[in-house]
């Protein structure tokens, strides 16, 4: 159960408990299946730090979970949850906007298991590249080289046609293959 808070003009707030719908075992399997780590690097490549991306993927989950959805195939799976992902991202912007933040230094807390430094090093270069990108560009980026989709994959889940993924796949890389340079 989680809380709500509800107030009526000229009252104080109270507060409510409502009860989410059961998680199906399809649902579930098609949530936290195979695909959590295809939705972390696409989080990543779109927030550019590990620590905003695992935010994004928790919200992305908990929004699914939320208002569950009948998914017919398992194929469709991945395109349906990246679009939460990218939609639960845009909000997280457009809130960010809204409200001040104060950065906190949190990249001195090492994680188990976490990559080593020189792997960390390289994995936010490219995704700052990335997320540095403009958003048409970004999103198709993040799509297929990023979560591994297909190009009608990702044309379904962005909702263009397989054309324009192409083209802005092949401006996207040029663009992060620019930036890194040669080494």
């Not at 970004?138 to 990702?154: I, Q």
């Amino acid at each position: 159960m989680l809380p709500t808070w509800e107030r009526a003009p000229g009252e104080r707030y109270s507060v409510s408990f409502v009860t989410l719908p059961p998680v199906t075992p399809e649902l579930r399997a098609a949530v936290l299946g195979d695909h959590l780590d295809r939705l972390f690097r696409a989080a990543w490549a779109l927030t550019g730090a590990r620590e905003d991306a695992e935010d994004l993927v928790q919200e992305t989950y908990e929004r699914v979970l939320r208002r569950p959805r009948e998914i017919a195939r398992e194929e469709d799976a991945l395109p349906y949850l990246l679009g939460v992902l990218r939609n639960t991202w845009v909000d997280t912007i457009r809130s960010r906007a809204r409200r001040p933040t104060v950065p906190l230094d949190l990249e001195s807390a090492d994680p188990v298991g976490a990559p080593s430094p020189l792997e960390q090093v390289a994995a936010r270069e490219v995704f700052a590249v990335v997320a540095s990108l403009p958003e048409d560009w970004r999103d198709t980026v993040t799509a297929v080289d990023v979560a591994g989709l297909s190009y009608a994959e990702a044309a379904k889940a962005l909702g263009v046609p397989v054309g324009t993924i192409m083209s802005r796949l092949s401006r996207g890389r040029e663009r992060v293959a620019e930036k890194l340079g040669p080494r």
